[in-house]
């Protein structure tokens, strides 16, 4: 007797564990992922970067940004859906800064981020520039990524301090692209052989400069001959 309750009882609890996973499942479907996970190229994401991305962690996901359903594939780009498709670049700012300025917003994620990341955006070179409509310089997703975005402290983000140089000579190491500039394009061959890099890179000292240290980031202008003791003495 006491065997038969227990085999019932496994199998009620077996019956419960496949609904709660059947359940979570439905939940947590992305049917965008499930097309784009097959696709190739800048068009593939997968299950695995989405849910590796610091917006994964907080539960968005790609309606947050794209708009759409993610939960029904005969909704996911019907109209009145929201769906707005591709992100072009002149959009890319304004969208991330939709969430990243908006102070309310993001104390109920991070109430320590910064949130006028935009705005010095705006009085940086690259925004100017982008404002007066150069679509080279950088925007957001040229240095924090697009479905992968991580915290600026996940060693694998591409703005983590010992990864920022690398991340910046993407575009300053482009000889053809500096050239209409007038910049020259040595900057990361030259702190690669400085002591500033040995100690980051090769002793793992983050407190040691990398290129935001004296350019800034999303502010980012070069510092003028004045403001280079006022910046070296920090």
């Not at 109920?108 to 705005?119: G, V």
């Not at 500039?181 to 002591?195: E, G, L």
């Amino acid at each position: 007797m006491g065997n038969i309750k227990a085999s019932v009882s496994g199998m009620w609890t077996g019956i419960v564990v496949l609904l709660s996973c059947a359940l979570a499942t439905a939940q947590t479907r992305n049917v965008c992922v499930d097309c784009h996970s097959k696709l190739a190229g800048a068009l593939k994401i997968t299950a695995e970067q989405s849910a590796a991305s610091v917006h994964g962690h907080k539960g968005m996901s790609c309606d947050t940004c794209h708009g759409g359903n993610t939960q029904d594939e005969t909704l996911a780009k019907a109209a009145g859906s929201g769906f707005r498709g591709p992100i072009k670049r002149e959009q890319i700012p304004e969208l991330c800064g939709s969430c990243h300025a908006d102070v309310n917003y993001m104390k109920r994620f991070s109430p320590s981020l910064r949130t006028d990341q935009l705005s010095q955006y705006h009085t940086s070179v690259h925004g100017i520039r982008f404002a007066q409509g150069d679509a080279q310089v950088a925007v957001c997703t040229d240095c924090h990524g697009v479905h992968e975005i991580r915290s600026a402290s996940d060693p694998g983000s591409p703005v983590h301090p010992l990864n920022v140089s690398t991340t910046c000579q993407r575009c300053h190491s482009d000889a053809t692209l500096m050239k209409s500039y007038r910049i020259a394009a040595t900057q990361f061959a030259d702190y690669s052989n400085s002591v500033h890099h040995e100690a980051m890179v090769l002793r793992g000292d983050l407190s040691a400069p990398t290129c935001s240290t004296c350019h800034g980031s999303h502010g980012a202008v070069p510092p003028g001959a004045e403001s280079v003791a006022n910046v070296c003495s920090t």
